[in-house]
């Protein structure tokens, strides 16, 4: 299909629960496939499904490592603290330091259903963070302690 237009503040999905990804299919497949274009079409390093307008909690990442596709992701430990600027491709221009933990360990599915275990330090665990708060119809600006 291709990429997808990105949904941007003021529009309320933003702010709804995603829901949990019973089924592996090929629907799940395509999903992946297009928010993974949409993702490096608009040069982001992460995108939740809901930001292409789609409830699931489906994330995809590129934080200069590698591709990675979360589905039915979860914060299984967090460690630290580190104080950064952030920003999201559903708020073109604006900016905002949060505080986010300095190590994170994430629990996901893949596309198949397999589960895995993944680390971030820095932007990679920032970027957990961020993109799982999505699901929860969390936007960085809530977060934001300062303007820099
Ligand atoms: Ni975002």
Not at 31 to 37: H, T
Not at 56 to 83: H, K, T, W, Y
Not at 93 to 111: L, S
Request: hydrophobic share 40%; charged share 30%.
């Amino acid at each position: 299909m291709g990429y997808r237009e990105i949904v941007k503040v003021g529009d309320p999905i933003l702010k709804k629960k995603s829901r949990k990804v019973e089924v592996f299919d090929e629907k799940l497949a395509r999903l992946i496939e297009d928010m993974k274009e949409t993702m490096y079409h608009f040069e982001g390093v992460g995108l939740a499904a809901v930001q292409i307008g789609v409830l699931r909690r489906v994330v995809v990442m590129d934080c200069g490592d590698g591709f990675l596709e979360l589905v039915n992701p979860q914060i299984i430990s967090a460690e630290g603290e580190q104080e950064a600027q952030e920003g999201c491709l559903s708020l073109p221009g604006e900016y905002g330091v949060t505080k986010r933990p300095a190590v994170v360990k994430v629990q996901a599915q893949d596309r198949t259903g397999k589960w895995h275990i993944y680390k971030g330090t820095e932007l990679k665990a920032r970027c957990f963070c961020h993109e799982l708060d999505h699901l929860e119809g969390i936007i960085f600006t809530q977060k934001v302690i300062r303007k820099e």
